[in-house]
């Protein structure tokens, strides 16, 4: 095992970010987890964490992985509607008792199991890394605020735009996928019952879903095809749905849409990343979106994030050295996560989506 004196700092308290660092504590590594926002970001909509997520925190924390299942829903039926509400075609979801199902669930919920899990004085807030330098035998992280930290290994889980990134993979940019995309929570439980997971086949340049996420809250997605008009931009400048873009959904999905309170919707353009080459370089390690920032159509983005901390952390626990432990990490993960960055931005073109370009 490598040490358990090494010191690992995490940039970035996302889901994937806060799982590894959970992890690794457990494990006894001295771990620094860095978040640039004041606290981590428990606003967000509903999440699809398909099986291999749960697996992911099933083996890692057993624990973890039943307060989400208390939470969500497991996902039971899976229905296609064209943009009028009839239905096209509808499949049970069933599992086997010894098998997790895949769970329809709050994304805040499932950071604050994560966060539960984190030992007191791990997260350190306000720190925006700027920059890192690396030598021989350690690596320096700067902060906006002037401080530094210093350690034998960090690992970028600082999301799609990541700075961590620019130190392992220069030069990357994401890539626009074609969509605007507007997310909401509202409160109801009667369009869509617990468990099930409605989706408006794409058509006429748009597309929607919803799923119950537990108590009396549902989820929705509303998609439309747009050129980015905002280069390089994650959010719109102008948040408000175009009135004619939902006038061609369904009027029972579109009312539930417009009931939704303004403070509980966010929009922002769809992007992924190109595959990258490596994912470390020295002692900087790239995991969750930072890494492979993918179409949402397989629901594999935070489940992949898991997947990489389970086994960043396996290969810590076990291997010789961090220059071992990175490239058994890599040699591991690298073809699976280009295998779902792969398949999810052709599965996104192969439905309307228009090809990508840089953004
Ligand atoms: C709207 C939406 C819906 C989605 N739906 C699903 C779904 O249903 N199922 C699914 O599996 N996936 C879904 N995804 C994808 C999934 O949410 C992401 O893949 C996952 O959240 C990525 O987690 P992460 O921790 O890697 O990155 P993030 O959640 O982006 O976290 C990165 C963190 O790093 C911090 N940070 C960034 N830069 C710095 C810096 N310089 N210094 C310090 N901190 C920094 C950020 O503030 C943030 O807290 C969805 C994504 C979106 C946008």
């Not at 748009?206 to 959010?235: C, K, M, S």
């Not at 949402?296 to 983005?301: C, F």
Request: a neutral charge.
């Amino acid at each position: 095992m490598v040490a358990s004196n090494c010191r690992i700092g995490i940039i970035g308290a996302g889901t994937t970010g806060v799982y590894l660092a959970s992890l690794l504590a457990e494990q006894g590594f001295q771990v620094t987890l860095f978040e640039k926002a004041a606290s981590p970001r428990t606003e967000g909509c509903g999440i699809f964490l398909i099986k291999a997520g749960m697996e992911a925190l099933q083996q890692g924390n057993p624990q973890l992985c039943q307060r989400i299942m208390r939470a969500g829903d497991p996902v039971q039926k899976v229905e296609f509607r064209n943009l009028r509400g009839q239905t096209i075609s509808s499949e049970t979801v069933t599992h086997q008792e010894n098998e997790l199902p895949g769970m329809l669930i709050h994304r805040t919920a499932i950071l604050s199991a994560l966060l539960d899990f984190l030992p007191p004085g791990c997260l350190h807030c306000n720190a925006e890394l700027t920059s890192v330098v690396q030598t021989s035998d350690g690596v320096t992280a700067h902060f906006q605020d002037g401080s530094e930290w210093e350690g034998d290994l960090l690992v970028g889980a600082d999301g799609i735009v990541s700075k961590v990134r620019s130190f392992v993979v220069p030069g990357v940019e994401p890539c626009y996928l074609g969509d605007l995309v507007w997310r909401g929570l509202v409160a109801d439980r009667s369009f869509c019952p617990p468990g099930n997971f409605i989706v408006y086949a794409r058509g006429r340049g748009i597309y929607a879903n919803f799923f119950h996420i537990g108590g009396d809250r549902t989820h929705w997605g509303f998609f439309i095809e747009v050129e980015q008009q905002e280069p390089g931009r994650l959010r719109p400048s102008n948040p408000a749905i175009p009135a004619a873009e939902l006038a061609k959904l369904a009027a029972d999905a579109r009312s539930l849409i417009a009931s939704t309170p303004p403070e509980q919707v966010v929009s922002r353009y769809s992007y992924d990343i190109d595959p990258l080459p490596h994912l470390y370089a020295g002692r900087i390690v790239l995991i969750g979106d930072a890494a492979h920032a993918k179409s949402p159509t397989r629901a594999r983005g935070m489940c992949s994030g898991f997947e990489d901390a389970l086994s960043l952390s396996r290969h810590l626990a076990a291997g010789a050295d961090i220059a071992t432990v990175l490239e058994q990490f890599q040699t591991e993960r690298l073809p699976i996560v280009h295998e779902y960055q792969r398949t999810s931005r052709q599965q996104s073109q192969q439905i309307g989506r228009r090809q990508k370009s840089a953004a």
